[in-house]
Every structure is written in C-alpha cells, then in structure tokens.
C-alpha cells in the first residue's frame, strides 16, 4: 500500500506540474495575493508586523485555497478514467484508497509550492524590514494551521462535486460554498451562513490565536454556540473541525470514485 501511495504521489505531483491549468488558477491568484498585501489597508495599517503577516494570512486562505481547490476538481474524477500510469496503478492489488489518496495530495503538494513560497518570502521581508523574527513566525503558523487545513478541504470538496457533477459546475459550485463559508458575515446573509464560526475554513480561530490576526476575522460580530470566545481551545477545535470535515469529503469522494461506473461523466 505504501509503495503504491508514494508512486502516485509522485506520478501525480509531476503531471501537476506539467499541467497548465494548475498554474493558470494559482499562480495569478497568488501573485494577486502577495500584492493585496503589499497594498491593502487591512494588511497595511496593522502597526504591529507580525499582525501584518497574520492579516495576510486571510487573503491567502481566502484566494489561493480557492485557486487550488479550482485547478484540483478533477482529480479524483480522473483516478476513475485512469488511462496509462494510472491504470498500471489501477492494476495493482493493493486496492483504490492509496491510488485515490495520491490523487488527491500529490498535486495538492504541487499546486501549494508556489504559493507557500510567495508567502513565506512576504514574511521573510516584513521580519527583515521589523528587524524581528515575529512576522515570519506568524507566516509559517498561518500556513500551518489555516492555509494547509483549508487547502486539503477545499481540495477534497472540490473533488467530490467532481465526481458527482460535470467539472465546470463542480468548480462553480465550490466557489460559492467557498465564498458563503469565508466571507459571508451573519449580517449580511440572509441564510445561516458559516463564515465566523468555528466551522469555517478560514481559520479565523486559530489565525487569531496564534498568528496575531484581528479578532473580528474569528467570529465576525456574531454569536451564538458556533462563535464562541477566541481561546487556544476554541482554536484548536477550528482546526480539528476544518480537518474532519475534509476527511469526511474526501472519504466520500472516495467511495463515490470506486462506485462510479468507468468511462461515467
């Protein structure tokens, strides 16, 4: 089983690579990022540089996870219409999940290269203008404990729908879950909205514990049981939550991939 993860993994992250679409969707959006935060009020006017990278960190996790998880929705959907490489894999004993694992985190490793190495260079120049360690400190807990967690749900959501649906409205639909769940605020949602709670992928509870992020980007001037106080706990269950729930689509998407009918659109 591990052999046959760590060949896809592989085989995967090198046709990632090689793929357009995968550069086309994140790179511009990171890029995009880098310069909202080099100019944005809301990442500018934080006096503190650390609370600059931690502000950041939202743009980050609001566009580039979002670009990722675009340039991804076809992943698992072409695990099932495997075709050379893959369908050696396919022809292995060792079962589907590794293959569809692979699927899933090798181009996902890919496609957070750049992105990863953008932000971590925007820390790395706020810390040496600072004259501080903190603000690159902040950049690498906001990858740890926001961008990633958002970036394997976004991706393993993505690659659900694109199993269930035809790829284009698979990726039309995450876009709007994607936006409802980040940056629909409860006042300006009509419906019960996700954003601000300890549901959403943004990772405002722990950006806020631990990567100096403003407060109003955890629970959005809402209450309730789902927007409790910002604490190490409450940050902690943000992540565990973020993390489940992409296990949970990713587990589906699996076994929808494995029930699926070869050669279905």
């Known amino acids: 089983m591990m052999t046959t ?8 992250a090198l046709m990632a690579a090689r793929s ?3 550069w086309a969707a994140v790179l511009p959006l990171a890029l995009l990022g880098l310069l909202l935060a080099a100019t944005s009020p809301v990442v500018t006017g934080q006096s503190d540089p ?9 743009l980050v996790n609001t566009l580039c996870t979002l670009g990722v998880g675009l340039a991804l929705t076809d992943r698992l959907r072409r695990t099932v219409e495997a075709r050379g490489m893959p369908e050696l894999l396919t022809a292995t004993p060792t079962g589907q999940l590794p293959r569809t694992t692979g699927a899933l985190l090798g181009p996902l490793l890919t496609a957070l290269a750049p992105v990863v190495a953008l932000f971590l260079l925007y820390g790395a120049v706020i810390s040496a203008t600072a004259g501080s360690a903190a603000p690159l400190a902040s950049a690498a807990v906001a990858l740890a ?16 729908l694109g199993v269930l649906m035809p790829v284009a409205a698979a990726r039309a639909v995450t876009t709007a879950v994607w936006l409802w769940a980040l940056h629909f605020p409860p006042r300006f ?3 019960p909205t996700a954003t601000g709670t300890v549901l959403s992928p943004l990772g405002g ?6 990567a100096h992020v403003p407060e109003v980007w955890a629970r959005r001037q809402g209450t309730g049981p ?10 902690l269950l943000n992540l565990a939550l973020v993390l489940a729930t992409a296990a949970a689509c990713y587990g589906l998407g699996h076994l929808v991939a494995r029930l699926r009918p070869h050669g279905a659109s």
């Not at 993860?5 to 995967?12: G, N, S």
């Not at 650390?50 to 939202?58: F, I």
């Open 145 to 160: 404990v926001a961008v990633l967690p958002a970036a394997l749900l976004v991706t393993a959501f993505a690659g659900l």
């Open 189 to 191: 949602s009509p419906l």
């Open 5 to 12: 993860l760590i060949w896809t993994l592989r085989y995967e």
């Open 205 to 210: 509870y722990p950006l806020v514990a631990w």
């Open 226 to 235: 789902l927007r409790p106080a910002v604490t190490d706990a409450t940050a």
């Open 50 to 58: 650390a609370a600059r990278c931690g502000a950041a960190a939202v």
């Open 20 to 22: 357009k679409a995968v």
